[in-house]
């Protein structure tokens, strides 16, 4: 669904009616993610099957050809209901199965695997985007910008792709499962005790504040090139993408540093470092260097990326991975809490700053040292998640092995075949394409250009 905001905009609707559809569909989103994770089953769940995922898919592709009639009548309620509530429902019953599903498979590299995941789930703008916008030029009329007959173009093309993962997903058999270690009855909270914990409001609120002062910068962030540089369309289109990539690449690359380095540090990281870039934009703003501010702003993204990636693995290290989906599904309003917080904050402290008569360059001066101080609250909740005692853990409900599994063979190693060298080929190609063209929009960035 990342290629409907760009699409969107085409329509030249108001900020407002494009805040509604956003929120919507973050909102349906969210509640649908948790009540898909609440209601799986808690004894070692499996994926879905091809049939349910297929259901999955179903709300999503309706969506997007319920938005596509919306744009033929002109009538921006149909696509709220399209794309806000249809496809976050599709969304958001889908979205456990890939994190779940690659937590069983790198059980010793939960961060790289959550990673993986979040990554793809992210990736959708970079490659939908560019792909949007060349069908957009291709099915351009004189009385059509062509986005209703994009939309169903790409809906029959997302459901071939989404329909061939949905056949391919496998879990980890018996025998790759034996030679890690599977945790037991006393490693797991159940998702109804771990709300009543402090260490799960305090996560809450880490995710929230991460993700509040990383949305607020990538809503302004094309406006802040062209207002305090002075830059173009085309070189702020560029920076968006370079944004896009940066998002991507940071989920994969803070979540693995995360198995390396723990979930906090990786976390106080964010928080430190973040603390350093957002209250150094400004002097780097007034200082004219726009690819030191560029370079600052794609690290803070990253960042935001990134926090996105872990928290699945931070759930998993502090209350079990046996429930981690269910809780992962509740801490996730986090995320519904930090898209109304970020953007509202950021755009009211910019109309105010305006109004006072603030020059436009330094405009996101203030916002920049607030959006800090989010960070510096975030850092102080990270600093006091503290492990579990004993009295929260041994209610889990116990495993038994599964009677049709057969008899392990330790000796046997998992191999890379024809169909897993196609199936990386599948993603790896419009991956690559969608990074060629990002990183071709935004070498302008570097080179002097306005």
């Given at each position: 669904m990342d290629f409907f905001w760009p699409t969107v905009h085409l329509l030249k609707p108001t900020l407002m009616a494009i805040a509604i559809v956003l929120t919507v569909f973050v909102v349906i989103d969210t509640i649908?993610?948790?009540r898909d994770s609440a209601f799986r089953p808690p004894i070692d769940p499996t994926p879905d099957s091809p049939l349910r995922l297929h259901g999955k898919i179903n709300f999503v592709l309706i969506g997007i050809v319920i938005a596509a009639i919306g744009v033929i009548v002109h009538q921006l309620w149909i696509m709220w209901v399209g794309g806000g509530v249809i496809g976050g429902v599709g969304l958001g019953l889908g979205y456990i199965s890939p994190v779940s599903t690659l937590v069983k498979w790198f059980p010793d590299r939960r961060g790289m695997a959550t990673g993986m995941a979040i990554m793809g789930f992210g990736g959708g703008a970079m490659i939908g985007a560019p792909l949007a916008n060349l069908l957009m030029t291709y099915f351009r009329t004189p009385t059509s910008v062509g986005v209703w007959e994009t939309f169903l173009v790409l809906a029959a093309v997302y459901f071939v792709f989404m329909m061939g993962g949905a056949f391919l997903y496998r879990v980890p058999d018996s025998a790759l499962r034996a030679t890690t270690r599977t945790p037991t009855i006393q490693d797991s909270v159940h998702y109804h005790d771990a709300i009543k914990a402090k260490q799960f409001w305090l996560i809450w609120a880490v995710l929230c504040l991460n993700v509040s002062a990383g949305i607020g910068v990538i809503g302004m962030a094309s406006p802040m090139l062209q207002e305090i540089f002075g830059a173009s369309a085309a070189v702020a289109a560029g920076f968006t993408g370079l944004i896009s990539l940066f998002n991507i690449g940071g989920r994969f690359f803070w979540a693995s540093l995360s198995d390396h380095i723990g979930r906090k540090a990786t976390y106080a990281t964010f928080f430190l470092l973040g603390i350093a870039l957002y209250a150094s934009a400004p002097s780097l703003a007034r200082a004219g260097s726009q690819a030191a501010f560029v370079l600052a702003i794609c690290v803070i993204v990253s960042m935001y990326g990134g926090g996105f990636?872990?928290?699945?693995?931070?759930?998993?290290?502090?209350?079990?991975?046996?429930?981690?989906?269910?809780?992962?599904?509740?801490?996730?309003?986090?995320?519904?809490?930090?898209?109304?917080?970020?953007?509202?904050?950021?755009?009211?402290i910019r109309e105010a700053q305006i109004a006072a008569g603030v020059p436009r360059q330094q405009v996101y001066d203030f916002t920049m040292y607030i959006l800090a101080g989010l960070l510096v609250l975030g850092f102080v909740a990270n600093a006091l998640v503290a492990p579990l005692s004993e009295?929260?853990?041994?209610?889990?409900?116990?495993?038994?092995?599964?009677?049709?599994?057969?008899?392990?063979?330790?000796?046997?190693?998992?191999?890379?075949?024809?169909?897993?060298?196609?199936?990386?080929t599948v993603v790896g190609v419009p991956l690559a394409w969608g990074t060629w063209v990002t990183v071709a929009q935004a070498v302008v960035l570097f080179t002097g250009g306005r």
């Open positions: 649908l993610y948790k990636a872990t928290i699945p693995a931070y759930l998993a290290d502090t209350f079990g991975t046996q429930y981690v989906g269910a809780i992962h599904g509740r801490l996730l309003t986090a995320w519904s809490t930090a898209g109304i917080i970020g953007p509202v904050l950021v755009n009211y009295r929260w853990f041994g209610k889990a409900e116990p495993r038994t092995p599964d009677p049709r599994s057969p008899i392990p063979d330790p000796n046997r190693a998992p191999a890379f075949g024809m169909r897993a060298a196609l199936a990386w």
